[in-house]
């Protein structure tokens, strides 16, 4: 929330130097001699006067010595007035920036509840400095853009559509994980929980993502749920935030089958890919690399509903509602996994088999 509309600051807060010059006149006391008593060249006096330099602790005992007021008088001033250009600068900052805050999604984030809502364009520029960690729009760039920190975001979306909207998809989630604690992350627990994984996605309970999130953490992955922002289609993420893997996802169709294959899709470029992959479902960047998004895809497949499991099943076909029920009881998996494939390879009619398909709400877990 912002908390800058109720703090007074001054229109104008003159240099102290202007302080000192009253003051050498009521002593009668020119530049010159005041910088022989004080022990500083005359030209940093001057410079003082003109408002043109700070007076440093330093020199604010020597001014104390010799027109006996406090050393501390001297520093406030120079603080306030150094205040003062900084607030100046600050207003001059969030001028020029405005144009650029106007390319975010700012009510969709209000909604949410990632910024504060508000109608003055000065206060959203301030809302999204503080969200995206960053002092000017500059720097956003050289983050997002320019790619200045390539140890932490190793892509560059400027060449992406709607490179706001997905930016702040992206940094919502890494604000996500801030208050989240886990262990090392352990690539030998990871795989040794699969099962464990398959089990919540076959039995599917209600508070399925819940379990999902304790089990990942247990492996050292985070796993957090971001609602999809417009013109930001993603469907999940996969990054590192440090030494932390994270899975970021939006459950952008709502429905089991999709968010199931989706992550595992993302538990695939942890396991097979590393650090230095970073995944961006549904979104085309200049570093997407196809090979590793097709070996995430089989991954996914392995996991959820395998081809020789596909095959077996077609032989089958067709099955009533037992039998299905009873084939992925035997695999391991959800109904719906059987019949989201069966219908996007057209096997399937879309209208049949959709009582498997549940619709879900991630947005309980906020």
Request: net charge positive.
């Amino acid at each position: 929330m912002n908390t800058t509309r109720n703090q007074y600051n001054p229109e104008s807060v003159s240099h102290p130097g202007d302080t000192l010059i009253e003051k050498l006149k009521e002593l009668g006391m020119g530049n010159k001699e005041f910088s022989v008593r004080v022990g500083k060249p005359e030209k940093t006096i001057t410079a003082i006067t003109k408002g043109q330099s700070s007076i440093t602790p330093d020199m604010a005992i020597k001014f104390e010595d010799v027109l006996k007021i406090k050393a501390s008088f001297w520093l406030k001033r120079q603080m306030a007035y150094d205040e003062f250009k900084a607030r100046v600068k600050r207003v001059e900052v969030i001028d020029s920036a405005k144009d650029w805050a106007k390319n975010f999604p700012y009510p969709a984030m209000a909604k949410f509840g990632w910024v504060a809502t508000t109608r003055r364009i000065e206060e959203k520029v301030v809302e999204l400095f503080n969200f995206f960690g960053v002092s000017n729009h500059l720097a956003w760039n050289s983050y997002y853009f320019e790619q200045e920190l390539k140890v932490s975001f190793r892509i560059s979306l400027a060449h992406t559509n709607h490179s706001y909207a997905i930016s702040s998809w992206l940094r919502r989630g890494e604000i996500q994980t801030q208050n989240i604690k886990t262990i090392p992350y352990d690539s030998n627990l990871l795989k040794k929980s699969l099962t464990s994984i398959k089990t919540v996605m076959a039995n599917h309970p209600e508070d399925f993502f819940i379990q999902l999130q304790k089990i990942c953490l247990r492996s050292g992955v985070k796993l957090v749920y971001t609602p999809c922002l417009p013109k930001a289609p993603i469907h999940g993420s996969t990054r590192w935030i440090g030494d932390t893997p994270l899975i970021q996802l939006s459950a952008r169709y709502k429905t089991n089958d999709i968010f199931w294959f989706t992550f595992f899709h993302e538990l695939g470029h942890i396991l097979l890919h590393g650090k230095k992959y970073i995944s961006i479902e549904n979104v085309d960047y200049d570093d997407i690399d196809k090979v590793k998004e097709d070996e995430a895809d089989k991954f996914a497949i392995r996991h959820t509903f395998r081809d020789e499991d596909e095959r077996d099943f077609l032989k089958q076909a067709p099955m009533s509602t037992a039998d299905i029920i009873a084939f992925a009881k035997k695999i391991n998996t959800h109904p719906a996994l059987i019949i989201g494939r069966m219908h996007k390879k057209k096997y399937l009619h879309y209208s049949e088999g959709r009582e498997f398909i549940r619709m879900i709400d991630l947005a309980i877990n906020e």
